[in-house]
């Protein structure tokens, strides 16, 4: 039987692909923080749409808000670190350094009760290590005059990148505690308007407003879609059983992002970066059959 919360994760993964690729086009044009805040403004108005949508009543439950708030933050604090490492360095290195954010979120499950069997951790571990592979890869590619090559360039893309899977992977967890109180359009919609307040007290700070030409609307319009479509998918799976299947296979989102950047960015993409594509998409496989 095909495992529910897998597939939510592979909704989540495919959404997601195409989301980061568009964000390194978004964040060269008009910044990353002028991107980000222009997404949560958009997910924040999907959100709301969501809600009315489904029907799903609104929880007032004033103990559990942190977890609201620690998902929001965590969540824009992550995207941020994520749009940075795409937006300099190369889509192949950041996409899968990020995604390896269930190798952080997985053990933190098993601390909170979860109890994967064996074949679930050798698929999650195939998983994890095709990413990395993916990843490394990517220094054994000659980049010539490319900036995104250079040295310098390319450890704060890995710094970036790491901090954001570890981020993301305290929003999934907390989201996680949130959607069993609050139900899973409140968490949504509450993730987006936190990051919302944030980012605006940030250009007040500042005093700079963010500018956003009308050729990045429809860039905009795209990311905030794709993006408040992942989180949905990720969250419907965190609310099932097995709920951690959905984090692990959601980080597949990274083959999507590679396709699409060989495809139209013409970054090379050598054959041990292949070879780790095909162990996550094994890993996925074996999640989604046997959850």
Known sequence: MIAGSALFGVGAAA?????DFTSRFLGRSIGVPAALLGIMVVGSLIAGLYIVVSGEPIVWEVSGLWLLALNGLATMAATFMLFD????GPVSLGSPMVSSYPAFAVPMTVAFGARPE???WIAMVATLGGVWL????VYRIEGGDKPEYAPKVL???VLMAIGSAFLFAVALLAADEAIERYGLPLTLLSGR?????VLAAIFLAMRRAPRYPVRSWPLVGLLAVADTLGYIFVYAGLAMENGEFAIVTSSAYSVVTILLARIILKEQVVPLQWLGV???IAGIGTLSATG
Do not use: Y
Request: proline share 0%.
């Open 118 to 120: 064996a074949i679930h």
């Open 134 to 137: 993916v990843a490394l890869a």
């Open 193 to 197: 308007l936190v990051s919302v307040l």
């Open 278 to 280: 095909a162990i996550v």
């Open 85 to 88: 490492a795409l937006t300099r």
């Open 15 to 19: 959404s997601w692909g195409v989301g």
């Open 155 to 157: 450890r704060r893309a």
